[in-house]
């Protein structure tokens, strides 16, 4: 996956909510074909956005705790936190680079 990280459940609070940098989070199954189809964006905007943002994923069949926490209900739903809370709304379904892009922005100040 690149610069794309893993996300679990046990690393999700240190590597996601502890993050020094804006995250971007995927949660996404590997049976999810709209999921399928944003990996090739998800991994342009990790290169496209270097150390400023991490981004990683979250497979909602290996971490359910972390999936049943944030209320993920159908996938692919894209989240972006930054100093441990939230920012914007989730992103659910296929999603725009632009848009995607655009929260990141948000995100990073």
Request: aromatic share 6%.
């Amino acid at each position: 996956m690149g610069n794309v990280v893993e996300f679990t459940d046990d690393s999700f609070e240190a590597e996601v909510l502890q993050s020094p940098v804006p995250v971007l989070v995927d949660f996404w199954a590997p049976h999810c074909a709209p999921c399928r189809q944003m990996m090739p964006m998800i991994e342009e905007l990790a290169a496209d956005n270097g150390d400023e943002v991490k981004i990683g994923k979250v497979n909602v069949d290996d971490c359910r705790e972390t999936a049943r926490k944030y209320g993920i209900m159908s996938i692919p739903t894209l989240m972006i936190f930054s100093g441990g809370d939230e920012v914007g709304a989730p992103m659910q379904g296929l999603q725009p680079k632009a848009r995607i892009q655009d929260t990141i922005d948000q995100a990073k100040g």
